[in-house]
T-cell receptor, first 112, second 119 residues
Framework: DQQVKQNSPSLSVQEGRISILNCDYTNSMFDYFLWYKKYPAEGPTFLISISSIKDKNEDGRFTVFLNKSAKHLSLHIVPSQPGDSAVYFC???????????FGAGTRLTVKP | EPEVTQTPSHQVTQMGQEVILRCVPISNHLYFYWYRQILGQKVEFLVSFYNNEISEKSEIFDDQFSVERPDGSNFTLKIRSTKLEDSAMYFCASIPSITGGNAHNYGYTFGSGTRLTVV
């Protein structure tokens, strides 16, 4: 059951540059997409979400882009900061469903 | 800020033994979840719970697993006879409701997890 895929296990960027994290999905019925951030020894924390009726959602340094035709979404972090170093999970759900499907995560390292 | 609390943080158990993982969701939340993450793999949905009953469960959540909310505050996950492949990080999560796009606009609040090691 690989409905949500994050094909890059890790990403390293320089402080101040843009970080782009990618996610692909297979179920065209998904209504919502979310990004979570996870630090070691902590649970995932919600970062930003986007509805399937939109193609962009922005919150401060974080922007999520959705390309429904390609079944692809991405998270842009600009500018990247060392405190952004964490594992980022992409997740997707149907509006009337209670469960959320997660990708395997991408470990982002932002170097000072 | 309200938190979801999970205990213990780490549990080591012998194969075949029963384990109970405990969670205290945020007090005004109504929907509760268990997820797990095997080392290096994705976070997997196990079960959702509302109004004192299971509302959805995944294919992972077989007869060896059970959940209950025994006293209105704790939310527990029991594994009756643990297997080596049950070794994982188990996360509890909660949300106030799923109406109004709550879970989708604001996400779940997760606990810090319990690392279960079956030996």
């Amino acid at each position: 059951d690989q409905q949500v895929k994050q094909n890059s296990p890790s990403l390293s960027v320089q402080e101040g540059r843009i970080s782009i994290l990618n996610c692909d999905y297979t179920n065209s019925m998904f209504d919502y997409f979310l990004w979570y951030k996870k630090y070691p020894a902590e649970g995932p924390t919600f970062l930003i979400s986007i509805s399937s009726i939109k193609d962009k959602n922005e919150d401060g340094r974080f922007t999520v882009f959705l390309n429904k035709s390609a079944k692809h979404l991405s998270l842009h972090i600009v500018p990247s900061q060392p405190g952004d170093s964490a594992v980022y999970f992409c997740a997707a759900s149907l509006y009337n469903n209670n469960d959320m499907r997660f990708g395997a995560g991408t470990r982002l390292t932002v170097k000072p | 800020e309200p938190e979801v609390t999970q205990t213990p943080s780490h549990q080591v158990t012998q194969m075949g033994q029963e384990v109970i993982l405990r969670c205290v969701p945020i007090s005004n939340h109504l929907y509760f979840y268990w997820y797990r993450q095997i080392l290096g793999q994705k976070v997997e949905f196990l079960v959702s719970f509302y109004n004192n009953e299971i509302s959805e469960k995944s294919e992972i959540f077989d007869d060896q697993f059970s959940v209950e909310r025994p006293d209105g505050s704790n939310f527990t996950l029991k594994i009756r006879s643990t297997k080596l492949e049950d070794s994982a990080m188990y996360f509890c999560a909660s949300i106030p409701s799923i109406t109004g796009g709550n879970a989708h606009n604001y996400g779940y609040t997760f606990g810090s997890g319990t690392r279960l090691t079956v030996v």
